[in-house]
């Protein structure tokens, strides 16, 4: 056999162990689990969503994208804006992860956002989700610590960074209320695993 076939032959046997289908289905089933779990999250809240469905896999897709737990971006999006994509804050935040225009602007050029047009395309959820969880993952990169970076994402990270310089405490009630409510998703998404099929 010549040195070209008997290495075509080993990539051959190789590629199975390299990249084993049960993974990929292993990666496939948790998808289609945790997106359910969102999509039933969403259909049991308060909300006020189109297309629950696009909503459900943008969560899941834009978590994936920058190491975010879905159940974390839910959670900061019950706790933003109680599900409400028209929300605006008295601070002129807007959408379900309650974004002020100014940053909004300046994470959609960072993130090369097509869709953006404005303070407007914070009222379209899909474009909220993809803006708010690059936020909440630059954030989470930057500071290196999921509680600071939750704080940041509520507080602002110039006030969160210039706390930190002067070594002031930082308050995370904020952030443990995130991350109360994203374990109880989390649970709630283990129950519905072992009780339900996918939606």
Do not use: C
């Amino acid at each position: 056999m010549s040195r070209t076939r008997f290495g075509f032959a080993a990539l051959i046997f190789l590629l199975p162990q390299i990249f084993p289908s049960r993974l990929v289905g292993e990666t496939k089933a948790r998808r289609i689990h945790e997106t359910s779990h969102i999509l039933s999250m969403l259909k049991s809240s308060n909300m006020d969503l189109s297309r629950p469905r696009a909503v459900a896999e943008a969560i899941w897709r834009e978590s994936r994208k920058y190491s975010l737990d879905p159940m974390l971006v839910l959670a900061v999006i019950k706790v933003e804006s109680e599900f409400r994509s028209e929300a605006v804050s008295i601070y002129g935040a807007r959408g379900l992860m309650q974004l002020l225009p100014t940053v909004a602007h300046v994470l959609a050029e960072e993130a090369d956002l097509e869709e953006w047009e404005g303070p407007e395309s914070l009222h379209n959820p899909v474009t909220n989700v993809k803006l708010g969880a690059f936020y909440l993952g630059y954030l989470q990169e930057r500071f290196g610590d999921l509680k600071v970076a939750l704080t940041a994402y509520n507080q602002g990270p110039t006030s969160v960074q210039r706390m930190l310089e002067s070594r002031a405490a930082l308050s995370f009630d904020y952030a443990r209320k995130v991350l109360s409510i994203s374990r109880n998703y989390r649970e709630q998404g283990r129950q519905h695993r072992a009780g339900h099929a996918p939606i």
